[in-house]
């Protein structure tokens, strides 16, 4: 587990402070952080993570900070993205998560750099590895199992990453999938 550097953490949020178009959900060992939100964006947040915490300034925050999930209203893959690696470069890894989200984590942090780890931990090879995803966020995780999933309803580019595409979620998808390849 490797968090952001607090000087990384710091410069994050004042670039996201200055683009009038980002909502920071500030995702940390105790739960997230996230400052006044509206009623409809406050129930997005809730449905995702149970513990989270109004703040009055993301840099008041004391805890020990994983990730940055950013809303871009504008588009993740047409601005928020490449703004962020414009000012930031390799020192984090900026991921897409939805059309308007994106993942903002310390440089070579990933699902797959995880997957990869707890393989090797588990001893557990590709090729009895089953891996779930929908979006780019998760691109490098797919890759490092041979039972690699596109969730029905995902990204078309992520689709092609994959060896198998599974129903939605709605549907019970990966339940699906396991009991037909794995029980």
């Known amino acids: 587990v490797f968090p952001l550097e607090r000087d990384v953490y710091e410069k994050v949020i004042s670039v996201c402070a ?6 920071v959900i500030v995702c940390a060992e105790n739960g997230v952080y996230h400052l006044d939100l509206d009623e409809d964006f406050t129930k997005d947040v809730t449905r995702f993570y149970k513990f989270h915490n109004t703040v009055c300034d993301f840099l008041d925050i004391k805890d020990t900070i994983y990730k940055l999930a950013v809303c871009d209203k504008k588009g993740v893959l047409r601005h928020g993205k490449p703004l962020l690696e414009g000012v930031f470069g390799d020192k984090l890894n900026i ?11 310390a440089g070579g942090v990933s699902k797959g750099a995880a997957l990869r780890a707890l393989q090797k931990t588990l001893g557990v090879t590709r090729a009895e590895t089953m891996a779930f995803g929908d979006y780019f966020n998760d691109a490098d995780m797919l890759m490092s199992a041979d039972y690699s999933f596109c969730m029905e309803n995902g990204h078309e580019d992520v689709k092609k990453l994959c060896r198998f595409v599974a129903p939605d979620n709605n549907s019970g998808g990966v339940t699906k999938c396991i009991r037909k390849f794995a029980l």
């Open 18 to 23: 200055e683009t009038e178009d980002f909502t």
């Open 95 to 105: 991921q897409a998560s939805g059309e308007f989200w994106m993942d903002v984590m």
